[in-house]
Each structure stands twice: as C-alpha cells, then as structure tokens.
C-alpha cells in the first residue's frame, strides 16, 4: 500500500473518446504529479500541481487536461489522444513540490 | 541543470551474485539522490535517497548505495541477489530540497536461477 491509488489500472480508449485517470493520495502531502513512462524512454514529467494549484507544466499537448480539487485529488482529463500517447501513467505525491515522490501503481493506457 | 547517468540499460547476475547498478550525476549545487524500484506493472517505490548526511547509504531489502563526489556517482549495490530482485531501477537527482527531480533512463535487472 503506497499511500497513492490511482483508477483505472487499465484504459483502451478510441482516438475520438474522451475518458479521465483519476489519482487519490492519503498521505497528507502538498503536491502531487503526473508523469509519462513510456517504453524505452526516460520517466517524463507532465506537471506539478502544489496546494492545487499548477507551477509547472513541461510542454505537454493540450490534449491532456490536468485538474487538481484539492489537494487529495488528481485528475487527467484526455481527449482525442494519438496512439503515440499509449504508455503507463504514473501519479505521484510529495511533502512539498520536488520532494522525495511516493508514486501509484499507475493507469496503463492504450490508445487505439 | 542536473541529469543522471545510469551505465547499461540491462543488467543480470545470477541469484547469490553482488548486484552493482551504476548511476552518475551531474548537478551544479550538492545534490540529493535517489533509487527507486519498479516491478512489472507497478509504480516506483523508494528504495533509498541521499541528502547530504553520511555517504554510505542503507535502504530497503538489504540495497545500500555510497555518495562519492570526486566520481559524480551513487552506485546500488546488494551483496546476494535474489530472484524477488528483478526488477527496473531508477537512479534520480535533485538540486536539493524543493528542486525538480531528474530521472535516469533505468536499468533492468534480470536475476538467473
């Protein structure tokens, strides 16, 4: 149990679908992140939301929509994915922004 | 800015063998390093960090990774691998408390009965 749950673990989703990974952290932390793994590259990082609000966003394609309630929740809204896209995101929760990061099991998508 | 090298995209020993995963950083501030675990199909769990205190680090399921700042480097190491081992892992490094957290591109360890 890390403290991190993300839903679903899995996703298929068509190119014209519009669907949202969801990430609930217990651990009381202030920032939390979404990260792109995909096969033989480095872990990217997509963006940083601290006390809900978003202090950094690394040039990701606006068709990944980041929303933060509150500091408990994550959320990543996507639409009209490329299957380019297909890859396991992971969800991460810190203290503070850029602290030691307690990660989800992650939400394999495939997009199709 | 910080990056992270870690030397050989596939490493395998065999079950009882020393494990040794090398990771070299560059930072232009002391850093702070970090190993991370991931099994298949999971997220990264921390396995060990450094943050300026002693340079001989102890983690979880018996890794340990020493700080040598004239090499750049924060090599993992375990004296007997175990199957349960397999696994890849992440080398990464901050520019200290509050800065951003680099990846290495990770190193698969294969462990052969």
């Keep these: ?12 989703m068509g190119m014209t679908n519009k669907k949202s990974l ?7 932390h202030n920032a939390m992140y979404w990260y792109k793994q995909s096969a033989k590259k480095p872990l990217e990082l997509m963006f ?28 990543l809204h996507l639409h009209t994915l490329q299957p380019e896209d297909s ?13 030691e990061a307690f990660f989800g099991q992650g939400t394999r998508l495939t997009v199709v | 800015a910080q990056s992270v090298t870690q030397l050989g995209s596939h490493v395998s020993v065999s079950e009882g063998a020393l494990v040794l995963l090398r990771c070299n950083y560059s930072s232009s501030v002391p850093p702070y390093l970090f190993w991370y675990v991931q099994y298949p199909n999971q997220g990264l769990q921390l396995l060990l960090k450094y943050t300026s205190a002693a340079t001989l680090v102890k983690g ?20 007997s691998a175990h199957m349960s081992d ?28």
């Design chain 1, 22 to 28: 969801k990430c609930e952290q217990h651990l009381g």
């Design chain 2, 60 to 79: 979880i399921n018996g890794f340990e990774a020493e700080f040598k700042k004239s090499e750049t480097s924060f090599h993992l190491t375990k004296p």
């Design chain 1, 87 to 99: 890859a396991l995101y992971l969800c991460a929760s810190s203290l503070e922004p850029n602290t």
């Design chain 1, 48 to 75: 940083v939301y601290s006390l809900e609000e978003r202090v950094e966003n690394n040039s990701v394609p606006s068709r990944f929509s980041p929303e933060c309630p509150n500091s408990s929740h994550l959320f």
């Design chain 2, 86 to 113: 397999a696994a890849e892992y992440f080398c990464a490094v901050s520019e200290g408390y509050g800065n951003k957290l680099v990846f290495g591109a990770g190193t698969i360890l294969r462990v052969k009965s």
């Design chain 1, 1 to 12: 149990e890390t403290g991190v749950t993300q839903t679903p673990r899995h996703l298929v």
